[in-house]
């Protein structure tokens, strides 16, 4: 049978027709979800129907479903977790990455999806200001970014300890060692328990949670001289913002032979904002960076980044040599940059976003998003009873009441009120409140809504 587009009609149509409705409200429709998962799930507990439903039925039976349970991630003042929203253009190419249903594993197998992620590849790197011969990575998020660079990491310095781990795996090869940072992110964990490294060690961190480069220097002499090192560097503390002292800690491992790695989910996008570059100031000489789109470039989730500065290192990790899988020279297959055959062309929808802000609108966005997060904070700090907690140098506000039994209450009142999400969290062993200004269309009104909304909150939880 030949395939036409009005097979599809009913369903695309449908579906067109709910987004849309969806991105109409989405700024305006109280931020939290009305139901939860269970609730959710109760309308959809039946067994699978014995008889099937028209496209356009499952879609709408779907938007049916879903609806309480969504949250306006969307929004203007959605500030949870770190979560951004999503550009136009890269929605629209993401709905075409779906519609054309290519495989991107393979360069010579999907070459249109394939060249347009190596662009967009090439675009990070200029825009992110990271060296140009390094291998990209398109990932699910930068837990998977970073499993991809630690990867390459392991390969590499026990390569340099004489010790093949791909041919011979972990087993009776030199202990590696991973210096961490005390406040960096728990995927950074997640990764090196993936790939069989245990638990790092911690290296102590100042009162805004950067890694002390001192307390670095120590980690790193304590050891056994010449022992296969990792050391995990961060850019964007998901609490304070605060970048690691790159300029000074990346030479003082490289010093030491070790491979170092940045956790930069977030805060990478920090170099392609003139004004927020410094806070970046020496991470392009590390070894490795993971980052995503899904969050500061505002792609629609899934969308990691993994860079890795010296191809044979990834290429060794991840690379196939099954005969059907034919090999190209050179620019490399997907599947030799990360850790998957077969996906989506996730990086599509990234090209999409990078050609429509340009390095201009690139610029406007993060530096809007860190100007946003002055505006908050300046805001809520006028308030009685209210404190900034952390300096605010990027994207993320944490904030106190008097004691943690009234930020929780505050909390609590910001859900109800339903005006913004906020998420609570500990931090230097206080409940906070913490703002993240990730998405591309928090503006001015909704900094000034967010504030009020703070006041309401606190003036309850008083
Ligand atoms: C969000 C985040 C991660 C994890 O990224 P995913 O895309 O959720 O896998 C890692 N590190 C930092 C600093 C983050 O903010």
Redesign the pocket.
Known sequence: MTVRGKDFDGALDRAAHHARAWLDGVGERSVPPRADADTVGRTLAGPLPERGLAPDAVVDELVDRVEPGLMAIGSGRFFG??MGGTLPAALGADWLVSAWDQNAGMRFATPGVVAVEEAAGRWVLDALGLPSGSDVGFV???????FTGLAAARGAVLARAGWDVHDRGLTGGPAVRVLVGAE?????DLALRYLGLGVPTVVPADDQGRLRTDALAAALADGPAGAPTIVVL?A???HSGSFDPFAEAVPLAHDHGAWVHV?????LWAAAAPELAPLVRGFEAADSW?T?A??TLNVPY?C?VAVVADPAAVRAAFGVHTAYLVDAPGPGNPYDKAPELSRRARGVPTWAALRSLGREGLAALVGGLARRARGIAEGVAGIDGVRVVNDVVYTQVCLALADDARTRAAGERLVADGETWISGSRWQGRDILRVSVSNWSTDEDDVARTVEAVRRAAHDAA
């Open positions: 977790w770190v699910t998020g930068a837990t998977t970014a970073s960096r992110h728990d995927s950074v961060q964007g503390n998901v956790d930069g989910a977030f805060g993971a995503d899904h969050k899934d990691g």
